[in-house]
């Protein structure tokens, strides 16, 4: 009955402080094994979304046929810039429904920056850590492993192993993000320049025997619409791939954009290093597919476990490990 009471404001208050407060007067309730203290990297997070931000700021610039010569994010800042400075006020106007919880700024030079209010980004890092939990509760499942909160934007994960092994860390240590890419065919030569297309990127391997591929920067596909993966072999080849399924949603996407790529080359990104890129050689339609890339069982097992469970909504940073406590029963 106490423990139940411990879940029950817990998960009322979906705060760190209110679980951590509880676990004192309390104790450990099970896990005497070692443990780790993990940090939400919110701040990465902001990061990514300000890049996305900056996008559709120049979608809605054009769409209002106001030109600009740049964009781009950092420092904590969605920015782009104004080939006419004399253009900020309707700039400004345009912009103002795409940003909320932000501050808008003008330069004089024509430099617009958006900024998220610190109010938002102390919701954010809360909201972050709270969504965090459930993830890593899937993916820990198979170890065993137990996630709560520990204290503003930090968790803790106990296990009855003395040791913290390599596949929790591994766990740990993956966003989990899933992209599918379309490829841009570069030459080597100027791939080695660093003359890349523009809006593309660069990205490397996810396993050794694999290649780096010049792909485009903004996704075509991403994973939120794989409702299911699973470890399978190849019935030709017999080599180990991850067999997914796609929601009604993702089937439809899937399809038209299968369909109007066929002959093209797509890669399938985690994490942005690539799993493979295979050539699109008809609509698939039917809503599953393979993706193969030099898995081992263990590591095509442990890849599904994680595909699953869903990507973190922010990267992980190990700030403690703590050895087992040698009083505990």
Same mark, same amino acid.
């Given at each position: 009955m106490r423990t139940f009471g411990i879940l029950l404001v817990c998960a009322t208050a979906l705060f760190a402080a209110a679980c951590d407060q509880l676990q004192q007067v309390v104790g450990p309730q099970e896990y005497n094994g070692a443990s780790l203290i993990v940090e939400v990297d919110a701040a990465a997070a902001v990061e990514r979304d300000l890049e996305s931000i900056s996008e559709r700021m120049a979608n809605a610039l054009r769409e209002s046929g106001i030109s600009y010569s740049g964009r781009g994010a950092g420092e904590g800042a969605a920015r782009i810039r104004l080939a006419d400075a004399s253009e900020s006020p309707r700039a400004l106007e345009t912009l103002a429904s795409l940003t909320s919880n932000m501050t808008l700024t003008a330069q004089p030079d024509g430099l617009i920056e958006a900024r998220y209010t610190e109010e938002y980004l102390s919701q954010q890092a809360e909201a972050l850590t709270v969504a965090t939990i459930p993830i890593l509760e899937r993916r820990l499942a198979p170890v065993r492993a137990a996630v709560a909160a520990h204290g503003a934007g930090r968790l803790i994960i106990r296990t009855n192993d003395p040791n913290i092994g390599g596949s929790v860390r591994w766990i740990i240590s993956q966003e989990g993000r899933v992209t599918f890419n379309m490829v841009r065919e570069v030459s080597p030569d100027r791939v080695s320049a660093g003359l890349l297309p523009p809006r593309s990127q660069l990205a490397q391997p996810y396993f050794q025997g694999t290649f780096a591929e010049v792909v485009d920067s903004r996704p075509s #596909?991403?994973?939120?619409? *794989?409702?299911? $993966?699973?470890?399978?072999? %190849?019935?030709?080849?017999?080599? #180990? $791939?991850?067999?997914?399924?796609? %929601? =009604?949603?993702?089937? /439809? *996407? #899937?399809? /038209? *954009?299968? /369909? =109007?790529? $066929?002959?093209? /080359?797509?890669? $399938?990104?985690l994490d942005g290093k690539v799993l493979t890129a295979p050539r699109i050689n008809e609509a698939i339609c039917g809503g599953t597919g393979q993706i193969s890339g030099n898995f081992t069982a263990e590591s095509a097992n442990e890849l599904a476990i994680m595909m699953r469970a869903g990507a973190l909504p922010a990267p992980l940073r190990i700030i403690e490990e703590r050895a087992p406590d040698a009083s505990a029963p």
């Open positions: #596909f991403t994973g939120e619409n *794989i409702a299911n $993966v699973s470890p399978s072999t %190849d019935v030709h080849t017999g080599e #180990f $791939v991850l067999s997914f399924e796609l %929601d =009604d949603e993702g089937k /439809r *996407i #899937f399809c /038209r *954009i299968t /369909r =109007d790529h $066929v002959g093209e /080359r797509f890669a $399938v990104l």
